[in-house]
């Protein structure tokens, strides 16, 4: 059994339970799904495919979570990437994980319909 299929179960019988809180949000296990299987779809719209290299370049909030749980069930390699780093590590470490996708505007997560 791999990661995505333990997440999926144990998401399965939580589904209804909090999953995520935050100050802003409390998404329930589904809603969390919800928002990670379209930012999902929204990674594979941009190409990318299972083993690919996503970097995600986000504070933390649900959007990261959301983003990371995303890289996790489409089977991606994840690098997150602190953006309250000094601009030239962020372009280092960018530079050296050759990232098919740097995932880092949350207005764009935000807006896609769960």
Same mark, same amino acid.
């Given at each position: 059994?791999?990661? +995505?299929? &333990? &997440? $999926?179960?144990?998401?399965?019988k939580?589904?209804?339970?909090?999953?995520? &809180?935050?100050?802003?949000?409390?998404?329930?296990?589904?809603?969390?799904?919800?928002?990670?299987a379209?930012?999902?779809?929204?990674? *594979?719209?941009?190409?990318?495919?299972?083993?690919?290299?996503? +970097?995600?370049?986000?504070? $933390?909030?649900?959007?990261? +979570?959301?983003?990371?749980? %995303?890289?996790?069930?489409g089977?991606?390699r994840?690098?997150?990437?602190?953006?309250?780093? $000094?601009?030239?590590?962020?372009?280092? *470490?960018?530079?050296?994980? $050759? %990232?098919?996708?740097?995932?880092?505007?949350e207005?764009?997560?935000?807006?896609?319909?769960?």
């Amino acid at each position: 059994m791999n990661v +995505a299929e &333990i &997440i $999926n179960r144990v998401f399965r019988k939580q589904w209804t339970k909090p999953a995520l &809180i935050t100050d802003e949000v409390c998404f329930s296990y589904c809603e969390l799904y919800a928002r990670a299987a379209a930012i999902r779809l929204w990674i *594979i719209e941009h190409g990318c495919q299972a083993g690919d290299t996503v +970097a995600l370049r986000l504070p $933390n909030g649900w959007t990261f +979570a959301a983003s990371y749980l %995303a890289c996790i069930l489409g089977g991606y390699r994840l690098v997150p990437v602190n953006p309250e780093l $000094n601009e030239d590590d962020q372009h280092y *470490i960018l530079g050296c994980i $050759n %990232a098919h996708i740097v995932i880092e505007d949350e207005s764009v997560l935000a807006a896609l319909p769960p």
